[in-house]
């Protein structure tokens, strides 16, 4: 029987303590010896804003989604492939991990275009070098994981015509989950879950299904929750089995998930 696939997107807002990225590199290592493939797409948001202060060049966000001009792209690709993987990849093999740093632009893996974004009274809102991914090829993902390697992939992306584009990391994530057949998508960001009455944690949402998405979009799914969720429901209603938002700030969170079958989180359900 061939091994069960986790994809883990690693939102970047999770990432700023070294110190996480070590435990979350312990917890790789233990789905790895409990017998599951893992491969990772990850964020950079808090690397981007910085880079991008540093350039003098404001940052601006529609719906969850950062408005990229040419010259601020330039500056997210450095953040995404020269820094954030850059440094994940150090960390996740000086713990143990055979990772190898990708992007959606290697062997050609993902492909994309301009993104049309419609905005909640219909309009078309031009998002600048924002993609939206149209294929993807799972091949040299294949090979990696049953070789044994760890995947870890930035989210960028080239179209046929050579242009190079910003895709968000949770829509990222989901179509890569379902390219390669995984069998499960864990978004780690730095909350426990979507909460009904952010910001109290108590308010969780323990399961949240299509009809329940479709009530909560606009009010308690905002911000950054939208591409979360949303890609989340994508995964699922192409195939992949289970799809959670767990708390990456707290790494044990991911094998008491996936090992012991606890009870935390958001998990999301077609029905
Ligand atoms: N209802 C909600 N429940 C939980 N978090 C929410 C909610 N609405 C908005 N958020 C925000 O979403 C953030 C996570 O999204 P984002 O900042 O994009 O993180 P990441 O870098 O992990 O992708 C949380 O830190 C929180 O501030
Ligand atoms: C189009 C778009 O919004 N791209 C994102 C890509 C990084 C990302 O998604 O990072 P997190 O997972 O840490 O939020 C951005 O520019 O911030």
Redesign the pocket.
């Known amino acids: 029987m061939s091994k069960q696939r986790i994809l883990i997107?690693y939102?970047?807002?999770a990432?700023i303590n070294p110190q996480l990225q070590q435990e979350i590199a312990a917890q790789i290592f233990k789905l790895q010896e409990a017998g599951f493939e893992v491969i990772m797409v990850?964020?950079?948001?808090?690397f981007?804003n910085k880079a991008l202060e540093k350039a003098a060049i404001k940052s601006q966000?529609v719906d969850?989604?950062?408005v990229?001009e040419a010259i601020a792209f330039a500056e997210?690709q450095k953040a995404?492939i020269g820094e954030v993987n850059a440094d994940l990849i150090s960390t996740l093999n000086q713990n143990k991990l055979k990772a190898i740093g990708l992007s959606g632009k290697d062997a050609g893996m993902v492909q994309a275009v301009k993104y049309q974004h419609k905005s909640a009274d219909g309009s078309i809102v031009d998002?600048g070098l924002?993609g939206e991914i149209t294929q993807i090829d799972d091949s040299l993902i294949n090979l990696l994981c049953e070789a044994g390697y760890v995947p870890v992939v930035a989210?960028v992306a080239d179209g046929v015509d050579g242009t190079s584009y910003?895709?968000?990391?949770?829509t990222f994530a989901g179509k890569l989950a379902a390219a390669v057949n995984a069998d499960q998508l864990i978004v780690l960001t730095d909350v426990d879950g979507l909460f009904l009455n952010y910001p109290d944690p108590a308010s969780i949402i323990r399961e949240l299904n299509e009809s329940a998405v479709n009530e909560h979009m606009g009010t308690t799914i905002q911000g950054?929750m939208i591409?979360k969720i949303q890609s989340c429901m994508l995964a699922l209603q192409e195939g992949v089995k289970k799809a959670i938002i767990l708390n990456g700030t707290k790494p044990e969170q991911i094998a008491k998930y996936v090992i012991d079958n606890e009870k935390i989180g958001t998990t999301l359900t077609l029905q």
């Open positions: 997107k939102g970047g807002n990432m990850h964020g950079g948001g808090p981007i966000f969850g989604l950062r990229t997210i995404l998002l924002v989210c910003n895709i968000n990391a949770d950054g591409p």
